[in-house]
């Protein structure tokens, strides 16, 4: 009973930071009977509409299913697709105040057409320069107040490429962390992959281990040995304490001071990968920042995973699932 009432409650008095990119999901969804008499294309009739929170704000989602308290800072466009995020996060109860609005930026969207659980075709809107030196400061200050505020828990820097998190915010915010002892996560993709030096967690996946490192690991079969030698590697780089390469279907291997290994994933009816990245780093923070073991942190952040990858879309944890499917392992 201790242990069950500890996992139910111990992410309640939580504090997450994340920092990084929003994207605005956009789902188009149809049916498919025939093929257009103008090109060799499906004619999707439409159905339904959805707009979902995707990148950094599917994780501040995702810390706030498990009961947890997220702050999200983030840049959108003075547009109608940064309207409509901003709309999403005050619809879902999550504070947008942190949320900067750029007017040369255009805020990142993704639209997605299926047929069914389908995926026919994905069309994106965004600008990805990096925001300007001024605009950087400004955050790094806004940063820096919060963190005086708030006793934060962990930092989540979530990266997707699109401008926000530059060298110099993710130098000036590790630096802040490291001076007030906050655990620091990064999910990082190939432009910043080195960038992150101190961060206590990297978690990249396979593909990013590749990119970033100019590696040819196989995604089909990969072997220990190779991980652990991509993980030495990048520990040279970053000094980092924890790496967790996502595999996929293969589970996560990672590598800590005093241990190793894979954890495999569980067989599943897999409908949609789309934010499986958001969610492991969501609760491998929240497990970590809870006390959760490695072993045990990575665990729940692999079933996660698992799971989100069996819903069509974007979608956050189910607390009661997760933690149901957690318990009996």
Known sequence: MGERLFLETCFDDLKILIIGDVILDHYLIGKVDRISPEAPVPVVLHQVEEYRLGGAANVALNIQAMGATPYL?????????????????????????????????T???????????????????????????????????????????????????????????????????????????????ADPKKANFLTYSGVDWFKPNLREINEGLGLAISDENPQLEELARAAQTI???????????TLGAKGMYYQSPSEEGIIPTEKRQVADVCGAGDTV??????????????????????????QVCEKVGVAPIDKVALLREYKGK
Not at 235 to 242: G, I, R, S, V
Not at 284 to 301: D, F, H, I, M
């Open 107 to 185: 805020t990142s969207c993704k639209t997605r057409i299926l047929a069914g659980n389908q995926h026919l075709l994905r069309y994106d809107r965004e600008t990805t320069d990096w925001i300007e030196k001024d605009l950087e400061a400004k955050m790094v200050l806004v940063i820096k107040n919060l963190l005086e505020e708030e006793q934060i828990d962990a930092i989540i820097f979530q990266d997707y490429n699109k401008g926000l998190l530059t060298n110099g915010l993710i130098f000036d915010v590790l630096k802040l962390a490291k001076e007030q002892g906050i655990k620091t996560f």
């Open 73 to 105: 800072l983030s840049l959108v466009g003075a547009d109608r697709n940064g309207a409509q995020l901003i709309q999403l996060l005050e619809e879902n109860a999550l504070r947008a105040s942190f949320i900067i609005k750029d007017k040369n930026k």
């Open 281 to 306: 780093i969501s609760l491998l923070s929240l497990g970590v920042a809870a006390g959760l073991n490695v072993k045990e942190a990575v665990t729940l952040a692999n079933i996660a995973g698992g």
């Open 235 to 245: 520990n040279k780089h970053l000094k980092n304490t924890h790496t967790l390469i």
